[in-house]
């Protein structure tokens, strides 16, 4: 398994794995649900990241999906590390979607 996009500081790892989905959650019981498998894989690219040689980082991970129909911005703590489910709009201009990314991680979330 490979990340999509690691960046390093020598204090912080942040991996984005980039997604492409019609509808980046899932119904169940009537209710809007993120998609388990994604962050089991992001949890497996964080644990396996903190248990290499970036240990003593603080480590990051940041689902990315599309805009399709709604923007959303949640993020999680999962054991030691955060966890963002975020959106990004494509229709956007190059210069709205770089300073979205750049937002991203200056802010680490």
């Given amino acids: 398994m490979k990340t999509d996009i690691s ?3 020598p204090t912080c ?3 984005i794995d980039a997604k492409y989905y019609r509808e980046a959650m899932v119904k169940r019981y009537d209710r809007e649900k993120f998609r388990s498998a994604h962050s089991y894989q992001m949890f497996a690219y964080m644990s396996n990241a903190s248990a290499a040689k970036d240990t003593g980082k ?3 991970g940041i689902l990315l999906y599309p805009t399709v129909e709604k923007s959303f911005t949640q993020t999680f703590r999962v054991h030691d590390y955060l966890l963002s ?3 990004l709009n ?3 201009t190059w210069e709205e979607i770089e300073g979205a990314l750049l937002g991203m991680v200056k802010t680490g979330n």
Avoid: A, P, Y
């Fill in 7 to 9: 960046l390093d500081s």
């Fill in 13 to 15: 790892k942040i991996i």
């Fill in 90 to 92: 494509l229709q956007d």
């Fill in 85 to 87: 489910f975020r959106t």
């Fill in 58 to 60: 603080d480590i990051e």
